[in-house]
Nanobody, 118 residues
C-alpha cells in the first residue's frame, strides 16, 4: 500500500491542524495505521495508532487529550486531528501502516511538516 500524508503547515501555539493519510493501491482494510513524528535532532517517536481489528486507539502520553486519530472509510484516509498545539509538537509527521498481524510498520508515507510558533 502506498501512503500519502498531507495537511501540515504553520500554526500558532494553541491552534489546530488536521493531518490526513491517504492510501492508494488498496484500502486500509486489515491494516493498523499510525502517525509518527520526528523533530530536528531527535529520534522518530510514536504519536498515535488506530487498530483495524478492534478500531481501538493508542496515544503517546505527550499528545493524549489533544490529538485524535480516526479512520474515514469513505475517503480511505486516516486522519490526525491536532488541537491545542504546542511548539514542542513541531516535527515532520509520518503516517505508517502494517498488516494487523505484523509486528512492525513496513509502509511509510513521505512526511508532512508541522511547525508550531510560540
Amino acid at each position: 500500500v502506498q501512503l500519502q500524508a498531507s495537511g501540515g503547515g504553520l500554526v500558532q501555539a494553541g491552534g489546530s491542524l488536521r493531518l490526513s493519510c491517504a492510501a492508494s493501491g488498496r484500502t486500509f482494510s486489515g491494516y493498523d495505521v499510525a502517525w509518527f513524528r520526528q523533530a530536528p535532532g531527535k529520534e522518530r517517536e510514536f504519536v498515535a495508532t488506530i487498530r483495524w481489528s478492534v478500531g481501538g486507539t493508542i496515544y503517546a502520553d505527550s499528545v493524549k487529550g489533544r490529538f485524535t486519530i480516526s479512520r474515514d472509510n469513505t475517503k480511505n484516509t486516516v486522519d490526525l486531528q491536532m488541537n491545542s498545539l504546542k511548539p514542542e509538537d513541531t516535527a515532520v509527521y509520518y503516517c505508517a501502516a502494517k498488516f494487523s498481524l505484523d509486528t512492525s510498520y513496513n509502509y511509510w508515507g513521505q512526511g508532512t511538516q508541522v511547525t508550531v510558533s510560540s
